[in-house]
């Protein structure tokens, strides 16, 4: 019988010091793949403002400031707040999203419109609100100056019952790429991750609504490559590293972090 590996467990790591002088504001960092990236950024010398809905959550170390992505005004009072603590701007990692369910037909226009509002333009107007100060960081110390956005494998590979989550996150894709052409020539570089099924809170709550949350899970599992779902820090590793230094020849890339979904067509398992 073929057995599923199982995630291995998390040695201590003694972290370099690389974003020592560095200043980073992650939003969506105070619960799963967010505040996994806040800590390591933290753990690496960095400082970081972690922006969200509820920053009750923001990993010890960080700056929570409080923000929801859908209000502009918020947004920019927000970025406002992170970059008077922080006493600048060198890294933005826009993190903050939700996830949706099912086919073209099973949500409403208003659900579309809430989820493209978070997903998208909750990255469009932390953008807009970031970027002056990305600039002026750039200035003053070139190959500094980032935005990492996380996008999803469901950008480039069809999964059944996400329709509007999957066009959410292929608008982020198109958006990281254009973005990345917009701001080259002033030093900030522009990348996403895309993740695979992540073990993730809200995976958990849609486990936990599934008529069998065992098999639910055992099926998540099988769709990955790997034979279970990516972990928090195995995304988070992937994000600290586009936003950080030794990427700094690497812009307009989306890299996936999806235990295999996208590349791998593999024969079925012999039992």
Aim: hydrophobic share 45%.
């Amino acid at each position: 019988m073929t057995r599923t590996p199982e995630a291995a467990a998390s040695p201590v790591v003694q972290h370099p010091r690389d974003f020592a002088g560095l200043t980073a504001l992650v939003t969506g960092g105070a619960s799963g793949i967010g505040a996994a990236t806040a800590a390591l950024l933290t753990a690496r010398g960095a400082r970081v403002a972690v922006l969200d809905r509820d920053p009750s959550g923001a990993p010890e170390g960080t700056v929570p400031v409080l923000a929801d992505v859908t209000s502009d005004e918020a947004v920019r009072a927000a970025v406002a707040e992170a970059v008077g603590e922080l006493g600048g701007l060198h890294i933005l990692v826009s993190n903050a999203g939700i996830g949706a369910v099912g086919s073209v037909e099973d949500n409403s226009d208003e659900e579309w419109l809430r989820v493209l509002d978070i997903n998208l333009l909750g990255m469009v107007r932390t953008a807009r609100a970031a970027l002056p100060h990305l600039r002026k960081a750039a200035a003053e110390r070139p190959g500094s100056a980032s935005i990492t956005q996380t996008g999803s494998i469901a950008a480039t590979a069809g999964l059944p019952q996400r329709a509007l989550y999957s066009a959410s996150k292929g608008a982020v894709l198109a958006l990281t790429l254009a973005m990345a052409a917009d701001h080259v020539r002033e030093g900030v570089r522009v990348n996403c991750v895309n993740p695979g099924t992540a073990d993730t809170p809200w995976i958990g709550r849609l486990l936990d609504q599934a008529d069998d949350p065992a098999a639910e899970r055992a099926a998540l599992n099988a769709r990955q490559p790997i034979g279970r779902l990516v972990t928090a820090d195995e995304v988070a590793a992937a994000i600290v590293y586009l936003a950080g230094p030794s990427a700094s020849s690497v812009t307009g890339t989306a890299l996936a972090v999806d235990g295999g979904v996208q590349g791998l067509r593999l024969r079925p398992a012999a039992d």
